[in-house]
């Protein structure tokens, strides 16, 4: 083990003057409340600024979203707000509903739109469509909604054949909302920063001249270099904001507020189940009852299947003692995810490790990356308390499990026990941790696409006269940005004809995945999973597609719901295996005559199936795999941890072991992976259709 204290971090107060230079008075605010610098800088640029996008980069507990919701508070600005999680969304709703009654604006209207709302009320609104209810939703001063949605929006997705133009979604969209946020939006990759891009310049498009313009704020404690390269390329105006800290102060002074407590930071080499084996009696319990009462404590683990053999190992043990265990995953319904923050053990996945408030003083986690360690560290000390009223006693304990030689970079800088403020730290995790692929030039490659389908839709009856001005500016800005051009225009029009599926996932948002399950948990709740997922990792018992559709009508949902995802498979969840199966793809093709230059491309292609030793039913699977066109790319004679390893591809990507009809062997991407690792490779020197295996 090795150890470090971070020390406290005081983040300045907005002075009076700061204040009264933007016109805002004291007795606007609260009883007993004092905005941050930061807060108040946000409200100054969005008042009398000129910056189109602003970023604030305050850390985290610090109060961000506070800062754009200062603006719909104080000058009534309708605003959209966006964040990559709905459990995000649903912890800021709440959030949102208490600042309303502090400052006293309880008229403001807000709803919350994701994909289940939109089900729900068109399920309820007979003969509405899609386009009806969204229209319904819309017509409110404050929108929490995720980028997806919105990006559905901007793709001309929710829109009624023949509509007017006014009647489309961009349109109601511009016209009523002058604000958009952006919340943690570092946690996306280079397609979703050109996709968020695409739809700004729309935006601005639209709006230019008009007394509302939009403005766009990116809240997020570690700005994408990306975003802002790109957004500077695209001629957008951008105004950076940060906090002002210090670090370690003994005491408070009245100019500042205390936003992170102290933590002993203990890290440990190895995988995270080990660990708790290892120290569940001596560090977790120790400290459950040492700290009784006021002891509540947090698990973040990589995996859905890791979270929940967590949840098993600690069931009993804790539950002897007298303390509560509970899981929130990606398989876990809504209610139990509810009840779960009552526990005093809550064991979870990425699902939660984003903005998402936790009163806790114990934190174990593991980390894929640089980023993830520090957003999920950031989950500890921001509160003194439990929440039920038992002080944390200024004593906050993380134990992280990291590869032993990014622990070996830390102890080179940083002696045992070092006292450290959380910026040194956060710098030496981004150094100790390797840069991971960009993918700088999937903006051109595949963005492009993105770029054309706005313009082709703009220019599309009956909508094109109105919108041909809007058209010819963005036509020469999408072309510096993404290079579109005519020869886009030709690609889009011939791979519209020919390989449909490569537009489609190249204008999504996330991305599409080929290999979709139903699953049937614990609580009888039917969701879709990651197939692959689950043949890894989980004991399953095969059920028909029909027998889970029957059931979901039963239980008051539609099986249109569930059939949009395109399910292949549908299983009872029966529990984690302990140790992950080993997956092939089978190919019923013969390439052993393609072009080298074949290799390393996204192509359309179908005949696939799995291999996945000990699962039943794995004839119907195939059945309908080996059916579906599936957008890949195929790399000849790499197997997958090789490939990610020269490509500096990440841990998170996802490639699968194939062997084709005629022996040949390699790694397998699909859908927007496919897309990304085919941008990859054209400028790589790495032989995508190298003929031998590397092992």
């Known amino acids: 083990m090795y150890r470090l204290n971070l020390l406290a971090v005081d983040s300045k107060i907005a002075s009076e003057e700061a204040m009264a230079q933007i016109g805002l008075k004291p007795e606007q605010l609260p009883a007993d409340w004092r905005l941050m610098a930061h807060q108040v800088e946000t409200l100054r640029v969005l008042r009398a600024g000129t910056a189109e996008i602003l970023i604030n980069t305050a850390l985290t507990g610090d109060g961000k979203s506070l800062a754009a919701q200062l603006s719909v508070f104080l000058d009534q600005t309708r605003a959209l707000f966006m964040y990559p999680t709905n459990e995000l969304a649903a912890d800021q709703m709440q959030g949102l509903e208490r600042n309303k009654r502090l400052w006293q604006v309880q008229t403001l209207r807000q709803r919350r739109l994701d994909r289940s ?23 409110t001063d404050l929108l929490l909604t995720n980028p997806d949605l919105f990006h559905l929006m901007m793709q001309f997705q929710y829109q009624s054949i023949g509509a007017s133009p006014d009647q489309l979604p961009i349109g109601r969209i511009a016209n009523r909302y002058g604000l958009f946020v952006f919340d943690e939006f570092h946690l996306f990759g280079m397609p979703q920063v050109a996709a968020a891009l695409i739809s700004l310049l729309m935006l601005r498009a639209v709006t230019a001249g008009s007394s509302q313009p939009s403005r766009f704020l990116f809240l997020s404690a570690t700005p994408q270099e990306m ?20 670090h370690g102060e003994p005491s408070l002074s009245a100019d500042y507020r205390r936003i992170l407590q102290p933590v002993l930071l203990n890290l440990w080499p190895g995988r995270i189940e080990d660990w708790i084996n290892e120290h ?63 526990a005093d053990l809550l064991v979870g996945t990425s699902t939660i490790d984003v903005g998402v408030d936790f009163h806790i003083n114990l934190l174990i986690f593991e980390s894929t990356d640089a980023a993830s360690h520090l957003q999920r560290l950031g989950r500890l000390g921001r509160h003194t308390d439990d929440g039920r009223g038992h ?40 150094n100790a941790f390797p840069i991971h692929q960009l993918f700088k030039f999937y903006p051109r490659d595949w963005a ?4 054309f389908n ?47 599926p490569l537009v489609d996932e190249a204008i999504s948002f996330r991305g599409g995945s080929p290999f979709v399950a139903l699953v049937i948990g614990e609580s009888g709740h039917i969701q879709p999973y990651n197939l692959i997922s689950l043949l890894r990792q989980a004991d399953l018992e095969p059920i028909e597609l029909a027998v889970v559709y029957a059931l979901a009508e039963k239980a008051g949902n ?49 005949g696939f199936a799995l291999d996945a030793p000990g699962v039943s039913g794995l004839i119907t699977l195939n059945k309908t795999l080996e059916t579906r066109e599936l957008v890949t790319t195929l790399v000849r004679g790499y197997r997958p941890d090789d490939l990610r390893r020269r490509l500096k591809l990440g841990y998170q990507f996802e490639l699968l072991e194939f062997a084709s009809a005629d022996g040949i062997e390699g790694s397998a991407a699909f859908a ?12 790589s020197s790495l032989p995508a259709g190298g003929d031998l295996l590397i092992y």
């Not at 001596?282 to 967590?310: C, E, M």
């Not at 002080?391 to 080179?412: C, G, V």
């Not at 492009?448 to 770029?451: D, E, T």
Request: one cysteine or more; aromatic letters at 8%; hydrophobic letters at 40%.
């Open 117 to 139: 709302e939109l089900d729900r009320l068109q399920a309820q609104l007979e003969g509405f469509s899609r386009a009806d209810v969204l229209r319904l939703l819309t017509e």
């Open 227 to 246: 975003l802002l390269q790109m957004a500077a390329q695209s001629g957008l105006n951008i105004h950076l904001i940060q906090g002002q800290y210090r």
């Open 280 to 342: 569940l009696q001596d560090v977790l319990l120790a400290f459950f009852l040492q700290h009784r009462p006021g002891a509540k404590g947090l698990i973040v683990a990589n995996s859905v299947a890791t979270a929940h053999r967590l949840v098993n190992i600690l069931r009993e043990p804790l539950a002897q003692a007298g303390f509560s265990v509970a899981p929130n995953t990606g398989l876990t319904d809504r209610e139990t995810r509810q009840q779960s923050y009552q």
């Open 391 to 430: 002080s944390f006693h200024d004593h906050f304990e993380a134990h992280a499990l990291l590869p032993p030689w990014i622990i070996e970079t830390l102890q080179s800088q940083f002696p045992v026990d070092s006292l450290i403020d959380r910026e040194s730290y956060g710098a030496a995790i981004l």
């Open 448 to 451: 492009s696409l993105q770029a």
């Open 454 to 500: 706005v313009l082709n839709q703009l220019n599309a009856p009956p909508i094109q006269a109105q919108y041909e001005t809007i058209r010819q500016q963005l036509w020469p800005t999408y072309g510096a940005l993404f290079g579109v051009s005519s020869a886009t225009r030709g690609r889009y029009i011939e791979l519209r004809r020919d390989a449909r």
């Open 558 to 606: 539609t099986a249109a719901l569930l059939q949009r995802d395109q399910p292949l498979v549908a299983y009872r969840l029966h529990g984690w295996l302990p140790k992950a199966r080993r997956l092939r793809l089978r190919l019923d093709q013969r390439i052993d005559d393609w072009p080298s230059d074949r290799f390393g491309t996204a192509c359309v292609l179908r």
């Open 672 to 683: 927007r992976e496919a897309l990304l690792l085919d941008s990859a490779l054209r400028r």
